[in-house]
Nanobody, 123 residues
Framework: QAQLVESGGGSVQAGGSLRLSCAAS????????MGWFRQAPGKEREAVSC???????SYAASVKGRFTISLDNAKNTLHLQMNSLKPEDTAMYFC?????????????????WGQGTQVAVSS
């Protein structure tokens, strides 16, 4: 049974940075595809970035060049480095996982989810 716990959210000014972490237990992250998703009030949950078992990565157009997804295999932890934050990045951020490969980066593709961590970016 996989368990995911996000941390690292907070409130920052536009242009600032945050580093989100997702500590995984119950499985080894290297054998799973993982991703970061976010949901703002009144909006559907959307993909931010995904990383596959072979370290292939994908990013939403809105965050490409600003966010970086990575895995720390030694600590069994997923990270999302967020730079040049914008007010429109404000949302609850979730990490998710699924055993094996996934062909895409969408919420329905993942079956293990963390509780979320709030990110608020002010102008």
């Amino acid at each position: 049974q996989a368990q995911l716990v996000e941390s690292g959210g907070g409130s920052v000014q536009a242009g600032g940075s945050l580093r989100l972490s997702c500590a995984a237990s119950g499985y080894t992250v290297s054998t799973y595809s993982m991703g970061w998703f976010r949901q703002a009030p009144g909006k559907e949950r959307e993909a931010v970035s995904c990383i596959g078992t072979t370290w292939t990565t994908s990013y939403a157009a809105s965050v490409k060049g600003r966010f970086t997804i990575s895995l720390d295999n030694a600590k069994n932890t997923l990270h999302l480095q967020m730079n040049s934050l914008k007010p429109e990045d404000t949302a609850m951020y979730f990490c998710a996982a699924r055993r094996g490969l996934v062909l895409g980066c969408a919420p329905y593709m993942f079956n293990y989810w963390g509780q979320g961590t709030q990110v608020a970016v002010s102008s």
